[in-house]
């Protein structure tokens, strides 16, 4: 089952305990995917990117993450590790790149496997990619799982310009799987859990887009395995070199920060990160006012995988180590896959996806008619919102809740200002007024409460 037309896998938990209805999520959703219902946050699946933009600006911690146990790996007799470059970015100097793969072993796994180690293959297929479409430039990374869904949703005539490329941790998987069958190992005792830094990237393994399903056994927190080799990091017995294969180059621990993907090519590139600025380049490019480019690099977090809202660390301060550690490695360009012709044909195969389909956001519906008779009546209803995108009704603008309202999911006594008007006019008594605010906000939301967490608090 392809998952391009199907509903998208989510992997975020709203904790209604903890959540206290700030609204924060609601404003910064990208894609207004977030509204407050009956005193409860609703996160709309359809719009939904999994940028994880909600997540880093809850001051309540209240937006988990749907993570796998740990204990899982015991299930099978191979236990691999599939960790990115930018976990190895999360630790003190004392803890170097050694005690952290013998930590994995030490910790249960028997492999410990870098993401980018066999990068070489996504270049070739990226210069492939440009080739293939010279007609059609540019072609548009598919290496962030928010942006292809963010194109698929809201700039669908863009879809075709996305690379049929899988990202670094499939290549990884099928890299490992077939180094161990090689050596007679069965597949099905093969376990791989990819340590993710995303929230797109477990969205990107359960339901992976234009692919039936992920060859990856689960997703682990990085908070967690970062605890636990902390733990006993210090203490690893002699780490045994034969476990690790050494295919890292400087390109591949660069590869998930910000300009990875361009930096090393001679074509026109051009790198963004951070979820707005790459709206602002997809609005141009469906303009078609971009020219000239040959492959964008689009990144749905500020300074890209350093940033995945699932590190704990300092953003700056991981790409400062990914870069000086990018300095003790060879080059990709002098260990290129040629060492071993052929050897990496069917992987390139396999790392190619089905067409990636559009999945328009149909904001007023899929008839036609109806959703012209729908976006009137929204036009209508905005020439009475106040438009000051307070969010207090439990939408991120009052454009949406004029479209919310159009779609028959809100009502114009959601709107505290006209809800005022019409207290003044006679037309709705005030404790009636009052009861509509808390059902949405609460009951006790009104009473006096000195402990509130505010935007201050945000993580960063
Ligand atoms: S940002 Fe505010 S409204 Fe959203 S989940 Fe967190 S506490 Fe609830
Ligand atoms: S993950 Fe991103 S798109 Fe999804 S609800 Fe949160 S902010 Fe909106």
């Not at 407050?36 to 880093?56: P, Y």
């Not at 069965?186 to 376990?191: F, N």
């Not at 690099?297 to 870069?323: H, I, M, P, W, Y």
Request: proline residues 5%; contains cysteine.
């Amino acid at each position: 089952m392809m998952h391009d037309n199907e509903t998208f896998h989510h992997a975020l938990i709203v904790d209604d305990q903890k959540c206290i209805r700030c609204t924060h999520c609601v404003k910064v959703c990208p894609t207004e995917a977030i509204r407050i219902v009956d005193g409860k946050v609703h996160i709309r699946e359809e719009r939904c990117v999994d940028c994880g933009e909600c997540v880093r600006a809850c001051p309540q911690k209240a937006i988990g993450i749907d993570h796998d146990d740990l204990e899982l790996i015991h299930a099978y007799k191979y236990r691999v590790a599939l960790f990115p470059s930018v976990f190895v970015g999360q630790f003190p100097e004392r803890v170097t790149e050694d005690k952290i793969y013998a930590s994995f072993l030490e910790l249960g796994f028997t492999h410990a496997f870098e993401v980018e180690q066999p990068i070489g293959v996504l270049k070739e297929l990226i210069r492939d990619e440009i080739k293939a479409n010279k007609s059609d430039l540019p072609v548009i990374s598919s290496f962030c799982p928010a942006i292809v869904r963010l194109i698929q949703i809201l700039y669908p005539s863009l879809t075709g310009h996305i690379a049929r490329v899988k990202a670094p941790h499939d290549l990884a998987a099928h890299y490992v799987i077939d180094r161990l069958t090689r050596k007679g190992v069965a597949p099905s005792d093969i376990g791989l859990f990819y340590i993710t830094p995303c929230v797109a990237k477990i969205a990107a393994v359960k339901a992976p887009v234009g692919e039936e399903k992920s060859v990856i056994s689960g997703v682990i927190s990085p908070t967690v395995m970062y605890n636990k080799i902390m733990a006993v990091a210090d203490d690893v017995p002699p780490f045994d070199k034969t476990k690790l294969w050494k295919g890292l180059t400087k390109e591949g621990i660069q590869w998930s920060l910000t300009h990875g993907e361009t930096w090393w090519q001679n074509s026109r590139t051009m790198a963004v990160d951070g979820i707005h600025n790459a709206i602002k380049i997809l609005e141009r490019l469906e303009n078609d006012e971009i020219k000239n480019i040959d492959y964008l690099e689009l990144r749905a977090c500020d300074r890209s995988c350093a940033a995945g809202v699932l590190l704990a660390q300092n953003r700056f301060l991981t790409v400062e180590r990914l870069k000086r550690r990018a300095k003790r490695y060879p080059s990709d360009e002098k260990k290129t896959m040629t060492e071993e012709p052929g050897k990496y044909a069917t992987l390139k195969e396999k790392m190619t996806t089905a067409e990636i389909n559009p999945r328009p956001l149909l904001r007023f519906g899929a008839d036609m008619e109806k959703a012209m008779t729908r976006m009137q009546r929204a036009r209508n209803i905005m020439c009475h919102l106040p438009g000051i995108d307070c969010g207090a009704c439990g939408a991120p603008t009052c454009q949406a809740l004029a479209e919310d309202m159009a779609n028959g999911e809100a009502k114009m006594s959601d709107c505290i200002f006209i809800q005022q008007l019409w207290q003044k006019d006679g037309k709705v008594e005030p404790d009636k007024a009052l009861e509509r605010m808390e059902k949405k906000w609460g009951e006790n939301r009104f009473d006096p409460d000195c402990t509130k967490i505010g935007a201050k608090n945000e993580s960063n």
